[in-house]
């Protein structure tokens, strides 16, 4: 089964920082970009940050750009999200997945993990 898992989520105060990680398994993930997604209670899930199958591209939402960084290893087949500067806006459930999203077999979004900022 290809699955993807969140972790590394939790609460925090605003200025804060978290680091998340998305392991996948069932299968190698890394000739595929990766994302990370966000959904905030009552909105849409929007795009956070992406990176390229090596590693070597990255791009980030605006409202993250320049407080977030995404990476991978993909000897681990693993995904990371580092957090900085956390604000209130940034308490979500984030997700990762292929980007785009629902490549590479999967069949859903993982179970996400909440990150809570507060103020």
């Known amino acids: 089964q290809v699955q993807l898992v969140e972790s590394g989520g939790g609460l925090v105060q605003a200025g804060g920082s978290l680091r998340l990680s998305c392991a996948a398994s069932g299968r190698t993930f890394s000739s595929y970009a990766m994302g990370w997604f966000r959904q905030a209670p009552g909105k849409e899930r929007e795009f956070v940050a992406a990176?390229?199958?090596?590693?070597?591209?990255?791009n980030y939402a605006d409202s993250v750009k320049g407080r977030f960084t995404i990476s991978r290893d993909n000897a681990k087949n693993t995904v990371y999200l580092q957090m900085t500067s956390l604000k209130p806006d940034d308490t979500a459930v984030y997700y990762c997945?292929?980007?785009?999203?629902?490549?590479?077999?999967?069949?859903?979004w993982g179970q996400g993990t909440q990150v809570t900022v507060s103020s």
């Open positions: 997945n292929t980007n785009p999203p629902l490549l590479a077999g999967l069949s859903s």
């Open positions: 990176i390229s199958w090596s590693g070597g591209s990255t």
